[in-house]
């Protein structure tokens, strides 16, 4: 079941002072809303594997094409090739092969886990002004320095969600230990739910506001 929600927040200029509101709505599950947001990064986990892992079974082997002793009279066991499963060297049993570890989830269940997430996490989100006109050129203690003025901790993960990448900006902000840019159009579950803390530019929040709110 869905419902409507409304967020208020309060938005920050580039100085760290509040300049004016910003509201958010939402249509978050309201019942299953954790299942769907498990889903969801379980299929987005699930996608970056590779799913590569390969093994040979006894007839991808190489050898083992004779009979390496005859059927009786030599007290051993019968054996019919020396790439059996039971011989060194041999043949693996139920190993792993190529495979797809991909999940379907349908694009409106995956955009409600996506927003219920976003609701969630609305305690922990900092709406600012768009500040790409600071960044003339990359300089990343410019960004720390209004990281400090939006009172946020450095030690814990930030995330900051764009309206699109600036490369003076990215540049500015990729060797940051904790900090990870997106822009809104790539927002994913995984990213919001590893953050401690989401600084969200207005042009970001009016975008997220247009592409997942179907």
Do not use: C
């Not at 594997?49 to 390496?68: C, D, L």
């Not at 269940?109 to 002004?129: F, G, M």
């Not at 930030?158 to 900006?169: E, G, M, R, S, T």
């Not at 969200?200 to 709110?213: C, F, P, R, W």
Request: no cysteine; proline share 3%.
């Amino acid at each position: 079941m869905t419902v409507k929600t409304q967020l208020n927040y309060q938005v920050y200029n580039w100085e760290g002072q509040i300049s004016g509101n910003a509201d958010l709505n939402l249509k978050v599950s309201q019942d299953s809303g954790m299942y769907l947001v498990h889903r969801a990064l379980v299929k987005q986990s699930n996608e970056k594997r590779q799913g590569s892992a390969n093994t040979k079974t006894r007839s991808e082997v190489r050898g083992g094409g004779r009979k390496p002793w005859r059927q009786k009279g030599t007290g051993r066991a019968r054996a019919g090739s020396i790439r059996s499963p039971l011989w060194r060297g041999g043949g693996v049993i139920f190993g792993p092969k190529p495979r797809s570890f991909a999940k379907k989830m349908n694009k409106k269940e995956r955009q409600l886990a996506l927003r219920t997430a976003l609701n969630n996490k609305s305690v922990n989100t900092l709406i600012v002004e768009n500040f790409n006109s600071y960044f003339q050129q990359p300089k990343t203690k410019l960004f720390m320095e209004a990281i400090h003025r939006w009172n946020l901790d450095l030690n814990k993960k930030v995330l900051v969600v764009v309206d699109k990448k600036d490369p003076n900006v990215y540049l500015s902000i990729r060797n940051l230990h904790n900090v990870e840019i997106i822009s809104a159009d790539t927002l994913n579950i995984m990213a919001l739910l590893a953050a401690h803390k989401i600084i969200i530019t207005v042009d970001a929040l009016s975008k997220i506001q247009e592409v997942y709110n179907g």
